[in-house]
């Protein structure tokens, strides 16, 4: 199981834990979500991978200095 993380607003693909080993949800800090936050944020797909959709620096940065974006549904794509 791989994890990757992308930016929910631009798509940009953050980072990936490679799972040669098996990684937990508490290890990830999953366990400390809402149903609704994980259904918002987490995706699985066929092969076992996880999707986590977080914001990367610059798409947070525009949205620090230009709030009304987050208004807009896709505000930096």
């Known amino acids: 199981m ?3 993380y992308i930016c929910k607003h631009c798509r940009t693909a953050i ?3 490679a799972g040669g080993g098996e990684i937990t949800e508490q ?3 999953f366990d400390f979500l809402t ?3 994980r259904s918002d944020i987490i995706t699985y797909d066929q092969h076992g991978d996880v999707t986590v959709k977080v914001i990367c ?7 620090e ?3 009304e974006l987050s208004l807009i549904a ?3 794509q």
């Open 2 to 4: 791989a994890v990757n």
């Open 35 to 37: 149903l609704e936050e």
């Open 15 to 17: 980072g990936t834990i």
């Open 27 to 29: 290890q990830l800090g």
């Open 65 to 67: 200095a230009n709030p």
């Open 57 to 63: 620096d610059y798409c947070r940065e525009a949205l």
């Open 74 to 76: 896709s505000p930096l």
